[in-house]
């Protein structure tokens, strides 16, 4: 009879870690934060901004660093792209908080400290869903919402250039 085949259970030679690898910096790390909401406008042309700063060593993006202002109806434009053009399932992004545009509310409505700050925590782990995904890194609308100032919505969806 043959002997059954066992799996070898013995360690990996590893070599030991010292200070410079377990306090220096990952190998490869992508950080995304969403804050500072600003308020902008009166009445019916009133919006919120949020700033989005990417810091990252991936070689996927061109910048290392980057800040943009970008609205919610940015973060569904990007929300839309990726569904349309990629093979990902795209996260849902917080809801649109209908109910808070009635007019004659008590409150500020969409406008609300606690509503934008809910919003904006929201916002930072859709972004950061999106990013870390390794399809969605190649898609050239994720470059434009994270590096570039303006969005250019008459884009030709693709790879980033």
């Known amino acids: ?15 030991p870690q010292d200070l410079t690898d377990a306090y220096g910096p990952p190998s490869n790390f992508l950080e995304i934060d969403v804050y500072d909401p600003q308020t902008i406008g ?33 973060f569904e ?4 792209e990726l569904e349309r053009d990629s093979k990902i399932v795209v996260p849902p992004l917080p809801g649109k908080a209908l109910k808070r545009q009635l007019p004659f509310r008590g409150d500020e409505g969409i406008f609300d400290e ?35 100032e303006s969005i250019d919505r008459n884009y030709i969806p693709g790879k980033p250039q």
């Open 42 to 74: 009166v009445g019916r042309n009133r919006f919120t901004t949020y700033e989005v700063r990417m810091r990252t060593n991936l070689p996927i993006f061109k910048l290392k660093e980057s800040c943009v202002r970008r609205r919610y109806s940015d």
């Open 1 to 15: 009879m043959s002997e059954p085949n066992v799996a070898d259970t013995r360690r990996l030679n590893s070599k």
């Open 114 to 148: 606690s509503f934008i700050e809910e919003r904006r925590v929201g916002l930072e782990q859709f972004i950061n869903r999106i990013a870390g995904h390794p399809l969605a890194q190649n898609e050239r609308c994720l470059h434009m919402f994270l590096q570039d």
């Open 77 to 80: 434009w990007l929300k839309n």
